[in-house]
């Protein structure tokens, strides 16, 4: 059972940066395929972004377009998200996700992909 803790989040203004950390409590980080999902007010949950387990080329929503940069330290057992040139249509809650996988490579933007879930960071970009 892995257990994610999600950190980071604030408010600010359109054009600012926050950077989204993500505590996991496995000490097998290295097996498993992460993911950034969000979730704005009245909206479903979308796909941010994913890492493989070795953290290769990260798998991002058409959304993020060079904004948002992934990545993931294992000897940390930690993952994080950088966000810069925040706007307003990015406010929501920020879930980490993560799933055990044998596969060094894969990546996933299927939210039904991925068996462990934190509890969310509220992230508000006021214009």
């Known amino acids: 059972q892995v257990r994610l803790v999600e950190s980071g989040g604030g408010t600010v203004q359109t054009g600012g940066s926050l950077r989204l950390s993500c505590a996991a409590s496995e000490r097998t980080f290295n097996m498993y395929m992460l993911g950034w999902f969000r979730q704005a007010p009245g909206k479903e949950r979308e796909f941010v972004g994913s890492?493989?387990?070795?953290?290769?080329?990260?798998y991002y929503a058409e959304f993020v377009k060079g904004r948002f940069t992934l990545s993931r330290d294992n000897a940390r057992n930690a993952m994080f998200l950088q966000m810069n040139s925040l706007q307003p249509e990015d406010t929501g809650v920020y879930y980490c996700?993560?799933?055990?996988?044998?596969?060094?490579?894969?990546?996933?933007?299927?939210?039904?992909?991925?068996?462990?879930w934190g509890q969310g960071t509220q992230v508000t970009v006021s214009s």
């Open positions: 996700a993560a799933t055990w996988t044998t596969d060094t490579s894969t990546v996933s933007s299927a939210a039904g992909e991925y068996d462990y």
């Open positions: 890492l493989s387990r070795t953290g290769g080329v990260p």
